[in-house]
């Protein structure tokens, strides 16, 4: 038996765990630089404010319908989201987080009613969080992705599905032919694993519906779309396929880039914003247990103006495979001076740390007299703890540092609420 756990609305949900005020109010957080929305509230949504609508559009509604933006902020998204995986993972033997604000568990051997310790878990987040969270239960997870679709629906949008069904739904609890009511009135791209891509070829084939793919024989379907799609409709069927994954797969490249939040020429910039997003890849990589052997970094200018486009990158090869800061900075430096042209107004910079092997690997490597590194590695933990303890960017290296007001290349952020749960300053006092 697996279950799906996914946070409503996420990011506005932990915006306002902080901000009671906003709840019940139309709330979108903002992509970085403030471009599009990324999250929304049921209250935005009923605006009917798009996923990914760009802010120019909808900024009118801030005084048409008394709409708060924020800008994103990760850091809390990510600390709140750290939180909620460890309050669910009480729950069962195994843990899959799925994405930032979902996670599969298998419950195997999970005793009593699932869909009373579901609702327990629920109200357990709610209480320690502040969170609201809708939970879906199968006997595959293609199933338990399904029960979470209606979960969620049938609190978001009433008459889809019979509202009994929101927040906590359990497949194999339904009866059967409430089970076929469901499949009848769900998109087969609605299901996981098919998506719009397959839409039109399934259409063509004459499969509308999560019940004309629940029907189908596997094999036919493997014709249609790939092994995928077979594996997909087995899971619809109740044939477990997918198996609950503890560890993802280590990452094949770590990749930090961003759009600045103006235009940059001053080559001095660069190489700021450059050793900043080196920085956060590397200690990313640490994090990991990995180390990098080639670093990419790339610069380009806007595409969305109307200027000559420079658009250039080029892959640093290192002496030997590394995860210190500062030969991945040092990376970036000696790219710029082959990439960089003076008088070009760069837009966006971009570091990927590529050709990924375990730590352990490189160890048992001799270092000849002539270009032996430094070991550093006791001074990148000490650099991760305190910046971990005290906040991302505490200690640093000097090429990433620069005065305030002197980072034309930061993120445009107008709107970021504090760091509520990962900066001493930004801890709310609580009045009693
Ligand atoms: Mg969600």
């Known amino acids: 038996v697996f279950a799906l756990v996914d ?3 996420f990011y506005v949900s932990c915006e306002r765990v902080f901000r009671p005020d906003l709840r019940g109010k139309p709330v979108v957080v903002l992509s970085n630089n403030d471009g599009c929305a990324i999250a929304r509230s049921n209250e935005a949504k009923a605006l009917g404010i798009a996923m990914g609508a760009p802010w120019y559009q909808i900024r009118h509604w801030v005084h048409d319908a008394a709409l708060v933006a924020l800008s994103a902020n990760f850091a809390l998204y990510g600390d709140m989201s750290d939180r909620l995986m460890g309050l669910v993972a009480q729950w069962g033997p195994q843990q899959e987080v799925y994405s930032i604000d979902e996670c599969f568990m298998d419950l195997r051997g999970v005793p009593g009613d699932l869909r009373a310790s579901a609702q327990a878990l629920r109200r357990h987040v709610g209480q320690c969080l502040g969170i609201p969270c809708c939970i879906g ?12 679709h209606v979960a969620k629906t049938a609190e978001r949008t009433p008459g889809v599905y019979p509202p009994e069904l929101a927040q906590v739904c ?9 089970q076929h009511r469901i ?4 998109p087969a791209s609605a299901v996981w694993g098919v998506g719009r891509r397959l839409r039109k070829q399934l259409a063509a084939a004459g499969l509308h519906t999560a019940l004309d793919l629940a029907r189908a024989d596997p094999v036919w379907v493997r014709h249609l779309g790939s092994v995928m799609l077979e594996r997909t409709v087995r899971e619809l069927q109740g044939t477990a396929c997918i198996a609950v994954e ?8 770590i990749t930090y ?39 990419w970094v790339g610069i380009r200018t806007s595409v969305f103006r109307n200027t000559p486009q420079h658009h250039r990158s080029v892959v640093i090869p290192l002496r030997r495979p590394s995860d210190d800061t500062t030969v991945t900075v040092q990376a970036t430096r000696d790219a ?19 050709d ?17 590194a430094p070991d550093r590695r006791a001074l990148m933990q000490v650099l991760d703890q305190l910046n971990q303890r005290y906040g991302s960017g505490t200690v640093q290296l000097g090429s990433g540092f620069s005065m305030p007001g002197q980072r034309p290349w930061a993120m445009k952020q107008a709107y970021r609420s504090p760091g509520y749960t990962t900066c001493w300053a930004d801890i709310p006092t609580a009045h009693a």
């Open 7 to 9: 946070g409503n609305n």
């Open 137 to 148: 239960i199968g006997a595959t997870k293609t199933l338990a992705k399904l029960a979470n």
């Open 170 to 178: 359990h497949w194999q609890a339904l009866p059967e032919p409430l």
């Open 183 to 186: 499949l009848e009135a769900t």
């Open 246 to 253: 503890d560890a993802p797969a280590a990452r094949q490249g």
């Open 257 to 295: 880039t961003r759009s600045f939040g103006r235009t940059v020429t001053a080559l001095g910039h660069l190489q700021n914003a450059l050793a900043v997003f080196a920085t956060h890849a590397t200690q990313r990589l640490r994090q990991q247990g990995s180390v990098a052997g080639q670093v």
């Open 336 to 354: 710029l001076a082959v990439l960089y042209q003076p008088g070009v107004p760069y837009a966006k910079a971009g570091v990927i740390l590529l």
């Open 356 to 372: 990924l092997q375990p730590r352990s690997h490189g160890q048992g490597e001799l270092a000849l007299q002539d270009d032996a």
